[in-house]
């Protein structure tokens, strides 16, 4: 007899620790979901807030478009001042041909000619640019005639 309430305890045993095994199964599992799900809605609040940059994104472009004159308007001098051909004095007459055709190829504006030319200008040339008046002094034309007419 005395077996057999043994035998009666160790299954009650077996069957507490079966049923707590259960127990801890379920919250594990509860606890998964509850994780993913939270993980599930910080990605829905991640894709939301980036839709939201995005959509900023897009206004400020279209607002900087707007109040901004196009690109083809604009013109770095400081970017292509490198691009403008060495100046020489002893080859003025080949000079110039020269200036203009790259001045057309790269698509300068003809307003900015000069201020291209007067960084590379030396000697008599740097000093008639520097003596013509200013209004004088930022007409290709006008600059070309008179360094051509001194050298």
């Known amino acids: 007899m005395e077996k057999r ?8 045993q077996a069957e507490l ?7 801890m199964k379920e919250r594990l599992e509860m606890d998964k979901k509850e994780k993913e799900d939270k ?3 910080k990605e829905l609040e991640m894709r939301e807030r980036l839709e939201m940059e995005k959509l900023k994104i ?7 478009n707007t109040k901004v ?37 790269l ?5 900015y000619w000069t ?14 640019y520097s003596a013509l008046p200013s209004e004088k002094s930022s007409d290709y034309d006008t600059v070309k005639q008179e360094v051509l007419k001194a050298l």
């Open 69 to 105: 004159q196009p690109k083809s308007e604009y013109f770095d001098a400081a970017k292509n001042i490198r691009l403008v051909p060495r100046f020489c004095e002893k080859t003025v007459d080949k000079y110039f041909p020269q200036f203009e055709k790259n001045s057309h190829s």
């Open 5 to 12: 309430k043994e035998d009666e305890f160790k299954l009650k």
């Open 17 to 23: 620790e079966m049923k707590e095994r259960l127990e």
């Open 115 to 128: 201020t291209m030319l007067q960084s590379v200008f030396e000697g008599k040339a740097a000093e008639i």
């Open 107 to 111: 698509k300068w504006p003809m307003p």
């Open 58 to 64: 897009e206004m400020v472009k279209e607002e900087s």
């Open 39 to 41: 993980f599930k809605l």
